[in-house]
T-cell receptor
Framework: NAGVTQTPKFQVLKTGQSMTLQCAQDMNHEYMSWYRQDPGMGLRLIHYSVGAGITDQGEVPNGYNVSRSTTEDFPLRLLSAAPSQTSVYFC????????????????FGPGTRLTVL | SQKIEQNSEALNIQEGKTATLTCNYTNYSPAYLQWYRQDPGRGPVFLLLIRENEKEKRKERLKVTFDTTLKQSLFHITASQPADSATYLCALEKYNFNKFYFGSGTKLNVKP
């Protein structure tokens, strides 16, 4: 199993450009999520999904869009990049418990380091 | 929203000693709390999970405690080794909430 994969590993954008960060998992996990990690801020949840066709907002959703058309893929779109979106982005996945609470470890991808000039 | 506090100062200890890291939270009580290890340039890796109704959990040299009265979890590494040097993150989830909140992490340095 490849686990959680993310592409690209590094990206430099100019302000106003758009791009999509790719995330895929091969563990048949229902739950997938996107985080950003900034120095001293820890991981902050951007968007998450509990299954194909279902997405919801996390703590810091502004400026980002997601969709979940398959169980395996969960891309994150930046529609108009801003310098404030310079960060390291992590995708994660896990199983969902029967009562909707995860109770399971999250598997993280290797991250995408994004710089917006 | 939930606030999670971890000591932002690095913890420096000597090899062989026990490292103790703290995670404090405010507002609602979580269904469970998790601890992750993160090495530079890599994604976090899961270590332990402790549920709301559990006081203590162990795995090899790792031990986690959970005090819902104090709203605090302690993470212990016994007989620490230089290879344990990393940043340790705590995370929690509320019942049926599907949102995880992470602390900012504590950097552990184990000196030989």
């Amino acid at each position: 199993n490849a686990g959680v994969t993310q592409t690209p590993k590094f990206q430099v954008l100019k302000t106003g450009q758009s791009m999509t960060l790719q995330c895929a998992q091969d563990m048949n996990h229902e739950y997938m999520s996107w985080y950003r990690q900034d120095p001293g801020m820890g991981l902050r949840l951007i968007h998450y999904s509990v299954g194909a066709g279902i997405t919801d907002q996390g703590e810091v959703p502004n400026g980002y869009n997601v969709s979940r058309s398959t169980t395996e893929d969960f891309p994150l779109r930046l529609l108009s990049a801003a310098p404030s979106q310079t960060s390291v982005y992590f995708c994660a996945s896990s199983y969902l418990g029967s009562d909707g609470t995860s109770y399971n470890e999250q598997f993280f991808g290797p991250g995408t380091r994004l710089t917006v000039l | 929203s939930q606030k999670i506090e971890q000591n932002s100062e690095a913890l420096n200890i000597q090899e062989g000693k026990t490292a103790t890291l703290t995670c404090n939270y405010t507002n609602y009580s979580p269904a469970y709390l998790q601890w992750y290890r993160q090495d530079p340039g890599r994604g976090p890796v899961f270590l332990l999970l402790i549920r709301e109704n559990e006081k203590e959990k162990r795995k090899e040299r790792l031990k986690v405690t959970f005090d819902t009265t104090l709203k605090q979890s302690l993470f212990h590494i016994t007989a620490s080794q230089p290879a344990d040097s990393a940043t340790y993150l705590c995370a929690l989830e509320k019942y049926n909430f599907n949102k995880f909140y992470f602390g900012s992490g504590t950097k552990l340095n184990v000196k030989p």
